[in-house]
């Protein structure tokens, strides 16, 4: 298979219904290429990454784009904000307590992705996920 990569989705970064629409844009990029459960995993964490960034941006635009090759399948979630929240480190990417009101979404990324890596700069976040094709 020859590495592809699809020209990226760009989302609104105030919109939380953007969510959805990269959930279908993932999903119709890799559906051919993966199992069934690579595929939910892929999907899931495009949701929470893009829930996330519109969230917690501040930005403007979330971008996302899709990257497949032999072995793997990645996802790129980029924003144009900030995110002074979010953890530096991805080794700090934990579940929350049941009994939290949020705080989930980017300890499941880090559970269910093969490898995360995080690029920071003053004015935007990128999250690319990666998931090894053949689980």
């Known amino acids: 298979m020859e590495p592809t990569r699809t020209p990226p989705l760009v989302l609104s ?3 939380l219904s953007g969510a959805a629409s990269a959930r279908r844009f ?8 993966t199992a069934g459960d690579v595929t939910s995993d892929v999907v899931l964490a495009t949701s929470e990454l893009v829930t996330n960034a519109v969230q917690h941006g ?6 996302v784009t899709v ?8 996802v790129t979630v980029e924003n144009d904000g900030s995110a002074p929240d979010l953890p530096t480190d991805v080794g700090d990417w ?6 939290a009101p ?12 093969d490898r995360v890596e995080m690029t920071r700069t003053a004015s935007s976040v990128s999250i690319t996920v990666e998931f090894d094709r053949r689980r």
């Not at 993932?26 to 290429?33: D, F, L």
């Not at 934990?94 to 009994?99: G, L, R």
């Not at 949020?102 to 992705?113: D, F, Q």
Request: no cysteine.
């Open 13 to 15: 970064g105030t919109d």
């Open 26 to 33: 993932v999903r119709q990029q890799v559906r051919s290429v």
């Open 58 to 63: 501040p930005s403007s635009t979330v971008t």
């Open 67 to 74: 990257h497949t090759d032999d072995d793997t399948v990645a």
């Open 94 to 99: 934990t579940v929350a307590a049941p009994s």
């Open 102 to 113: 949020n705080g989930r979404g980017l300890g499941i990324v880090r559970a269910i992705s």
